[in-house]
Antibody
Framework: QVQLQESGPGLVKPSETLSLTCVVS?????????WGWIRQPPGKGLEWIGS???????DYNPSLKSRVTISVDTSKNQFSLRLSSVTAADTAVYFC????????????WGQGTMVTDSS | QSVLTQPPSASGTPGQRVTISCSGG????????VHWYQQLPRTAPKLLIY???LRPSGVPDRFSGSKSGTSASLAISGLRSEDEATYYC???????????FGGGTKLTVL
């Protein structure tokens, strides 16, 4: 059974960098699939942040591209999100998820982790 | 404002059939697959329909998807109280080169 679990600080200071990790269990990242990050501000809809392939190839949301880095660590079977220059607008639940292809549906999701700017 | 447009709310009574629309453009729905997600309160989204019409294992056949041109629809037949949730459509956008989501439709079972 494939499972994804997000982890990272729940509070981030304004202007600092948000860092989250998604540990994948039950499936080797190197076997394929795209691995993505999606966020949801309180009471609002879903926003795709970006996705990474196991080779390290990435796609980012153009509105966040200048501040986002998504990377994969195949040795630990996990992938990570870094979002720089955080503001109150970045307060959200952050989900990691898996997609069969770059344009395909996210079929498995983590439970999500809430990140709040400490202002 | 989302690139994919959904009605903010929908409602129906138990047993009824409800449809939720998702309107886009030529660079997204018009040229790529549409996927639908169900999100119950305080939980992660769950994949409901992928590649326009396909249901993942375990999703009841009460849920069905369709696509025509630059619009898509999710239909729920035999409405049940546990279907009360927010539903999102999503698609790849060739112009933005990224995944876009609709704003979500909150379904109320009266």
């Amino acid at each position: 059974q494939v499972q994804l679990q997000e982890s990272g600080p729940g509070l981030v200071k304004p202007s600092e960098t948000l860092s989250l990790t998604c540990v994948v269990s039950g499936y080797p990242i190197t076997a394929g699939y795209y691995w993505g990050w999606i966020r949801q501000p309180p009471g609002k809809g879903l926003e795709w942040i970006g996705s990474v392939y196991h080779t390290g190839s990435t796609d980012y949301n153009p509105s966040l591209k200048s501040r986002v880095t998504i990377s994969v660590d195949t040795s630990k079977n996990q992938f990570s999100l870094r979002l720089s220059s955080v503001t109150a607008a970045d307060t959200a639940v952050y989900f990691c998820a898996r997609a069969f292809n770059w344009d395909d549906a996210f079929d498995i999701w983590g439970q999500g982790t809430m990140v709040t700017d400490s202002s | 404002q989302s690139v994919l447009t959904q009605p903010p709310s929908a409602s129906g009574t138990p047993g009824q059939r409800v449809t939720i629309s998702c309107s886009g453009g030529s660079s997204n729905i018009g040229s790529n697959s549409v996927h639908w997600y169900q999100q119950l309160p305080r939980t992660a989204p769950k994949l409901l329909i992928y590649r326009n019409t396909l249901r993942p294992s375990g999703v009841p056949d009460r849920f069905s998807g369709s696509k025509s041109g630059t619009s898509a629809s999710l239909a729920i037949s035999g409405l049940r109280s546990e279907d009360e949730a927010t539903y999102y459509c999503a698609a790849w956008d060739d112009s933005l080169r990224g995944v876009i989501f609709g704003g979500g439709t909150k379904l109320t079972v009266l």
